[in-house]
């Protein structure tokens, strides 16, 4: 029997639209509107990866960047340099790939929600709820940025941004999940912030 596996964040509105994978119940679609939109990409499988050489490893053949505060988005795969011995890695290919076998990888998935702000007016949302800056210059996609959102440390991944929209994606432990959530909801409902789903994930 498949183990029913629970997000730590639920919506107050029902899922048009969704899937079950890996004993995940995935939301793929909210309905029509036009965002910005807040996603739970809890579900989504997480790695921390720690080894006093680094350089050594490369998930899913992906080379891991080589300062901290780097990323790299390739294939479905984001890989965010941390510290001199850590990475984490976040697979959004929704499960195509296998998982790595290396003992020096923790698969994180269950303790850490992952959450995306995209859309229109994403990066107002931010601005909200974070005094990190990112929309600064400085700033060149995909990078991380480790620090606190609503209080909560988290690691933050800009993965993308243009003059009108921008992906935001953070991971933090799981039991801030539904907090975060409702309060960044409540954050930015005055410029249209609605729950979405894989589906409006833009990579």
């Known amino acids: 029997?498949?183990?029913?596996?629970?997000?730590?964040?639920?919506?107050n509105i029902k899922a048009v639209e969704t899937e079950t994978r890996d004993g995940w119940q995935v939301a793929?679609?909210?309905?029509?509107?036009?965002?910005?939109?807040?996603?739970?990409?809890?579900?989504?499988?997480?790695w921390d990866l720690q080894s006093s050489n680094l350089a050594r490893y490369r998930p899913f053949g992906i080379s891991i960047p080589d300062k901290p505060g780097q990323s790299v988005f390739r294939n479905g795969i984001i890989i965010n340099r941390m510290s001199r011995t850590q990475c984490y890695v976040w697979?959004?290919?929704?499960?195509?790939?296998?998982?790595?076998?290396?003992p020096s990888y923790t698969e994180i998935t269950d303790?850490?929600?992952?959450?995306?702000?995209?859309?229109?007016?994403?990066l107002a949302v931010m601005e909200r709820v974070t005094n990190l800056d990112l929309a600064s210059p400085s700033l060149s996609p995909p990078c991380l940025i480790q620090g606190p959102i609503l209080h909560v440390a988290?690691?933050?991944?800009?993965?993308?941004?243009?003059?009108?929209?921008?992906?935001?994606?953070?991971?933090?432990?799981?039991?801030y999940g539904q907090s975060v959530?409702?309060?960044?909801?409540?954050?930015?409902?005055?410029?249209?912030?609605?729950?979405g789903g894989e589906s409006q994930l833009k990579l």
């Open 28 to 46: 793929l679609s909210y309905g029509h509107h036009q965002g910005p939109f807040l996603i739970d990409l809890s579900h989504r499988r997480k």
């Open 91 to 102: 697979d959004l290919a929704a499960g195509k790939v296998r998982a790595p076998q290396s």
């Open 154 to 175: 988290c690691q933050i991944v800009l993965l993308s941004r243009s003059k009108s929209e921008a992906t935001v994606l953070f991971s933090f432990p799981r039991g």
């Open 111 to 122: 303790g850490h929600a992952l959450l995306a702000v995209t859309g229109p007016s994403a």
């Open 181 to 195: 959530a409702d309060a960044l909801l409540h954050s930015g409902r005055d410029i249209g912030l609605v729950p």
């Open 1 to 11: 029997m498949e183990i029913q596996r629970v997000s730590p964040i639920r919506f």
